[in-house]
T-cell receptor, first 113, second 114 residues
Framework: GESVGLHLPTLSVQEGDNSIINCAYS??????FIWYKQESGKGPQFIID???NMDKRQGQRVTVLLNKTVKHLSLQIAATQPGDSAVYFC????????????WGAGTKLIIKP | DAGVTQSPTHLIKTRGQQVTLRCSPK?????VSWYQQALGQGPQFIFQ???????QRGNFPDRFSGHQFPNYSSELNVNALLLGDSALYLC?????????????FGPGTRLTVL
């Protein structure tokens, strides 16, 4: 079956530097990808999404890149701030999953002062 | 514009008891999905409600049931609680036929089963 996974469970970044969080997926038929941020004790917060017919999408301080050739997704956070500390999940949607979210395990982003 | 709300925030129950969790979707949304999230894990899909019916279900036993009301709010019921049911229960809302399939999450209900 399809799966979505993350390369690193924890990522430590210096405040002010850029962060890159990676995600691999296995279902080449996935239609839609979403990045969520989850702070401790809170529900996941939508960050940015990208459809499979795109390879890049930019938001405020965040950029998502999609490489369908190697089935890889990344989230780039510019000028990382203390408030960016959280667990980041990538999730995918496809017809194979009846358009339900398939989640990765999450990457914990730690900001060093 | 109110986001997704859930109640209660925290709940402590003992094994064998029953629990009801509540969710109000984001304004304008008509679909509610429920997830169980164990500590350090990604959310696991329980089921989804649309037009007051369960449309899809994940790999959860029948002890987990739900309901959606005409105002689109929803309840999650869990019977015969087990210790392993301790988790954060998340509700997410979305709009069928909307521009995206994006689900917006509530803050969750932390359930502890003793």
């Amino acid at each position: 079956g399809e799966s979505v996974g993350l390369h690193l469970p924890t990522l430590s970044v210096q405040e002010g530097d850029n962060s890159i969080i990676n995600c691999a997926y296995s279902n080449s038929a996935s239609d839609y990808f979403i990045w969520y941020k989850q702070e401790s004790g809170k529900g996941p917060q939508f960050i940015i999404d990208i459809r499979s017919n795109m390879d890049k999408r930019q938001g405020q301080r965040v950029t998502v890149l999609l490489n369908k050739t190697v089935k890889h997704l990344s989230l780039q956070i510019a000028a990382t701030q203390p408030g960016d500390s959280a667990v980041y999940f990538c999730a995918e949607i496809s017809r194979d999953s009846n358009y339900q979210l398939i989640w990765g395990a999450g990457t914990k982003l730690i900001i060093k002062p | 514009d109110a986001g997704v709300t859930q109640s209660p925030t925290h709940l402590i129950k003992t094994r064998g008891q029953q629990v009801t969790l509540r969710c109000s979707p984001k304004s304008g949304h008509d679909t509610v999905s429920w997830y169980q999230q164990a500590l350090g894990q990604g959310p696991q899909f329980i089921f989804q409600y649309y037009e007051e019916e369960e449309r899809q279900r994940g790999n959860f036993p029948d002890r987990f049931s739900g309901h959606q009301f005409p105002n689109y709010s929803s309840e999650l019921n869990v019977n015969a609680l087990l210790l392993g049911d301790s988790a954060l229960y998340l509700c997410a809302s979305s709009l069928q036929g909307g521009d995206t399939d994006t689900q917006y999450f509530g803050p969750g209900t932390r359930l502890t089963v003793l």
